[in-house]
T-cell receptor, first 116, second 116 residues
Framework: AAGVIQSPRHLIKEKRETATLKCYPIPRHDTVYWYQQGPGQDPQFLISFYEKMQSDKGSIPDRFSAQQFSDYHSELNMSSLELGDSALYFC???????????????FGEGSRLTVL | GNSVTQMEGPVTLSEEAFLTINCTYTATGYPSLFWYVQYPGEGLQLLLKATKADDKGSNKGFEATYRKETTSFHLEKGSVQVSDSAVYFCALSGGYDTGTASKLTFGTGTRLQVTL
């Protein structure tokens, strides 16, 4: 079965550079979530989209932005990168949101960002 | 807001030992509860879930029962294997009655190391 696809899997950037991560949800999933997992930490919710509209917002820095496109894939844009942005970034998808949701998220394998 | 507390690791067990990883939660309404597992270098995989009180989730020999009276969702396995070595995350999502988004709130994770 098709899973959540994230790209790139690994990314190395310098401080103050910009990075873009992409996420392709499972077919027919309309909701996408972004999580950030620092070394030895639990995943922290950043932002989510339902039907191309932002549905919830967590601890996402102002330097980061994200959007969901008409084909439901999502991109996370990170600017003015800092050393502390080095982390594993997970994308997850689900069908529906809130009361219409199944309550189950399917995660991609993550994109590892290293900021030097 | 929602929160999840799980026992700190690492937990080191011999193969075939009994496993318990404690998880308690704080949430409004009727959340769904999950256990996710993260193997080294990989993403998060759903291990099991329970969506209402007294439900028991089970998979691959792991079990957890949704206890509303004690707000707990402890993970158990009768006989662990070396291949079970991983980090286990307890998580919850807003219950349907609250109308909240399906985003997950994670515990801090418990690392399990199983030795021969």
């Amino acid at each position: 079965a098709a899973g959540v696809i994230q790209s790139p899997r690994h990314l190395i950037k310098e401080k103050r550079e910009t990075a873009t991560l992409k996420c392709y949800p499972i077919p027919r999933h309309d909701t996408v979530y972004w999580y950030q997992q620092g070394p030895g930490q639990d995943p922290q919710f950043l932002i989510s989209f339902y039907e191309k509209m932002q549905s919830d917002k967590g601890s996402i820095p102002d330097r980061f932005s994200a959007q969901q496109f008409s084909d439901y894939h999502s991109e996370l844009n990170m600017s003015s990168l800092e050393l502390g942005d080095s982390a594993l970034y997970f994308c997850a998808s689900s069908h529906g949101w809130g009361r219409r949701g199944t309550g189950e998220l399917f995660f991609g394998e993550g994109s590892r960002l290293t900021v030097l | 807001g929602n929160s999840v507390t799980q026992m700190e690791g690492p937990v080191t067990l011999s193969e075939e030992a009994f496993l318990t990883i404690n998880c308690t939660y704080t949430a409004t309404g009727y959340p769904s509860l999950f256990w996710y597992v993260q193997y080294p270098g990989e993403g998060l995989q759903l291990l099991l879930k329970a969506t209402k009180a007294d439900d028991k989730g089970s998979n691959k020999g792991f079990e957890a029962t949704y206890r509303k009276e004690t707000t707990s969702f402890h993970l158990e396995k009768g006989s662990v294997q070396v291949s079970d070595s991983a980090v286990y995350f307890c998580a919850l999502s807003g219950g349907y009655d609250t109308g909240t988004a399906s985003k997950l709130t994670f515990g801090t994770g418990t690392r399990l190391q199983v030795t021969l």
